[in-house]
Each structure stands twice: as C-alpha cells, then as structure tokens.
C-alpha cells in the first residue's frame, strides 16, 4: 500500500533538546512538505521541497530545518531555537507542486516539550 | 497575500441535517480550490476540490461550488451521519503558486 508514515506519532522532548521528526512516502512523489498545527487553527507551512537536495521556507521556517537526500524522505529537525515547539505536525507530499495536485497526509506525530 | 476564511465552530447537528460550512477567500488570479477532513487524531484527507469557475466538487455526498463572483466554495451535505463528526478545512492553491493556504478549521460534530 502506497502512503506517507510519520513516526513517531508522540514524542516527548525536554526544552533545549533538538529533535527530529520522520517523513517517509513510497507514492513516488516529488513534492513534500511540512506543517504545524496548534489547537484550533489551520495549518502553517513550515518548509517543502519540489525535489531531491532543494527546498525552501515557508511561513514558519525560523527555529526549524530540514533534508532532502532521498525522493522518499523528508526529516523535520526542531531546534531548540524553535520558542513554542509543542504541536501537531504534519508531512504531505504531492506528485508536483503544480496547481491542481492534491497533496496526501501523513497521520501526524505530536510533539510536547516541557 | 492569499487567505481563507471559514465559519467558525463548533457546529453541532443532528443526525440526517442538513450541513453547510462558509467558506471564502482572497486571492489573486483564478486559484484552485480544496476542501480537507481532517478525523481525530489523523492526518488530512482530500474530500473535493474545484480548478476553476463554477466547477461543482463532490465525493461522499459532499459537494462544493467554486464561485468566483462571491469568492465563496461553501460546503455542503444534504444529510449528514455521526461519522460525518470531523474537523474541516477550506483550502487554496494560487494559479502561480506551489503551496497551500489553508482556514482555521471548522469543528463538526454530529449528534445521533
């Protein structure tokens, strides 16, 4: 079955530590992305990537970063740079990143930092 | 820049009402237009979408129409279930851009 994992779906991390969350998908995809989500709101676009070795920011990039060395992986790191790192996070990926491409959703991991 | 704008919630119906959510947007050009259902605890899944003017979306007996004179793609279902209870999200891609802007989400919750 083709599809997009997160893992792990919770994490715990104490303040100062970085971590990083995993993004993998075997659709063949060139195109992925990650977003946050806070209770109650939408979804913010951390950082995505059209290809293999490029990407770019998104609206939310500062205290976070990323890798793109395979087509089918996409690692989000949280810095301990990142002010308010607890939330949901989601990975997508689409076949492009053309207009009318859907984008499919990983199941999320949440992160808490305490 | 783009933005969406959606109905606050929760909206709380009971089982076989029926369901619109607002939706409008700003944008520049001719955007294509997306609605998410996101289940607790999950990731998003596409529910309908719409590339251009008067292009009606439906799946799963939900149906959209993209209405650029109103800016508006509201949803809507004729008779919803308890297992309709989900959180929804109006979303746009710009003609000329690669990323999505999504609403805050809408909170529905279908009571027997």
């Known amino acids: 079955d083709g599809g997009i994992t997160q893992s792990p779906k919770y994490l715990f991390r104490k303040e100062g530590q970085n971590v990083t969350l995993s993004c993998e998908q075997n659709?063949?995809?060139?195109?992925m992305y990650w977003y946050r989500q806070d209770p109650g709101q939408g979804l913010r676009l951390i950082y995505y990537?059209?290809?293999?070795?490029?990407?770019q920011k998104g609206d939310i990039a500062e205290g976070y970063s990323v890798s793109r060395e395979k087509k089918e992986s996409f690692p989000l790191t949280v810095t301990s740079a990142q002010k308010n790192p607890t939330a949901f996070y989601l990975c997508?990926?689409?076949?492009?990143?053309?207009?009318?491409?859907?984008?499919?959703f990983g199941p999320g991991t949440r992160l808490t930092v305490t | 820049g783009d933005s969406v704008t959606q109905m606050e919630g929760p909206v709380t119906l009971s089982e076989e009402a029926f369901l619109t959510i607002n939706c409008t947007y700003t944008?520049?050009?001719?955007?294509?237009l997306f609605w998410y259902v996101q289940y607790p605890g999950e990731g998003l899944q596409l529910l309908l979408k719409?590339?251009?003017?008067?292009d009606k979306g439906s799946n799963k007996g939900f149906e959209a129409t993209y209405r650029k004179e109103t800016t508006s793609f509201h949803l809507e279902k004729g008779s919803v279930q308890v297992s309709d209870s989900a959180v929804y999200f109006c979303?746009?891609?710009?003609?000329?851009?690669?990323?999505?802007?999504f609403g805050g989400g809408t909170r529905l919750m279908v009571k027997p």
């Open positions: 997508a990926s689409s076949i492009t990143s053309g207009r009318a491409d859907e984008q499919y």
């Open positions: 659709l063949n995809h060139d195109a």
């Open positions: 990537s059209q290809i293999v070795n490029d990407f």
């Open positions: 944008a520049t050009g001719y955007p294509s």
């Open positions: 719409a590339t251009k003017a008067d």
């Open positions: 979303a746009l891609r710009a003609f000329a851009g690669n990323m999505l802007t």
